[in-house]
T-cell receptor
Framework: DSGVTQTPKHLITATGQRVTLRCSPRSGDLSVYWYQQSLDQGLQFLIQYYNGEERAKGNILERFSAQQFPDLHSELNLSSLELGDSALYFC????????????FGEGSRLTVL | DAKTTQPPSMDCAEGRAANLPCNHSTISGNEYVYWYRQIHSQGPQYIIHGLKNNETNEMASLIITEDRKSSTLILPHATLRDTAVYYCIVRTTGANSKLTFGKGITLSVRP
């Protein structure tokens, strides 16, 4: 158990819909990262937050947005969903900004039908 | 961040050492080598990292060549539970530095 909690574990929805994935980082960790893993793309970095502020952006689509709240939990919002958005979405946390030692949650599996 | 190259797969016998190679010939002086693994769609798990010295922890050992162009992750006594995809990643320590995963190497531990 990494200490990072992600909900929901599984989500099935239809194209065009919007979903929110939630992540609670390890106690005390200020950095939160979001990754997407699909069969054909592997693990793709989406976005990083540190203490509520966006710090780095990767291959995140404009239909996707994220935020980190004052209590440090984070949400990833996915809208106008397409079939290709079906994937595992992982959240990770770390205590520092510069460290490469990330603690990953078990992921949220999104299926878009 | 520098690119890494790993063979797509390898296997080893249970109880034997598993030596997982990684090439990172374009690594620069301020880049670290990180290893993660992912067991069947679970969240990736940090294993170990190093800059230029060899490192060891309770999970594995990391051997980095003197020129730092390649490294080897060693699992000293592989078990069936070590079957996973292992990712070798090169990364700086900047605050905005990303952890970029490649395809990794699939290690299969056979009984």
């Amino acid at each position: 158990d990494s200490g990072v909690t992600q909900t929901p574990k599984h989500l099935i929805t239809a194209t065009g819909q919007r979903v929110t994935l939630r992540c609670s980082p390890r106690s005390g960790d200020l950095s939160v990262y979001w990754y997407q893993q699909s069969l054909d793309q592997g693990l793709q970095f989406l976005i990083q937050y540190y203490n509520g502020e966006e710090r780095a952006k990767g291959n995140i689509l404009e239909r996707f947005s994220a935020q980190q709240f004052p209590d440090l939990h984070s949400e990833l919002n996915l809208s106008s969903l397409e079939l290709g958005d079906s994937a595992l979405y992982f959240c990770a946390s770390s205590p520092l900004q510069g460290t490469g030692e990330l603690f990953f949650g078990e992921g949220s599996r999104l299926t878009v039908l | 961040d520098a690119k890494t190259t790993q063979p797509p797969s390898m296997d080893c016998a249970e109880g034997r050492a598993a030596n997982l190679p990684c090439n990172h010939s374009t690594i620069s002086g301020n880049e670290y080598v990180y290893w993660y693994r992912q067991i069947h769609s679970q969240g990736p798990q940090y294993i170990i990292h190093g800059l230029k010295n060899n490192e060891t922890n309770e999970m594995a050992s990391l051997i980095i060549t003197e020129d730092r162009k390649s490294s080897t992750l060693i699992l000293p006594h592989a078990t069936l539970r070590d079957t996973a995809v292992y990712y070798c990643i090169v990364r700086t320590t900047g605050a905005n530095s990303k952890l970029t995963f490649g395809k990794g190497i699939t290690l299969s531990v056979r009984p």
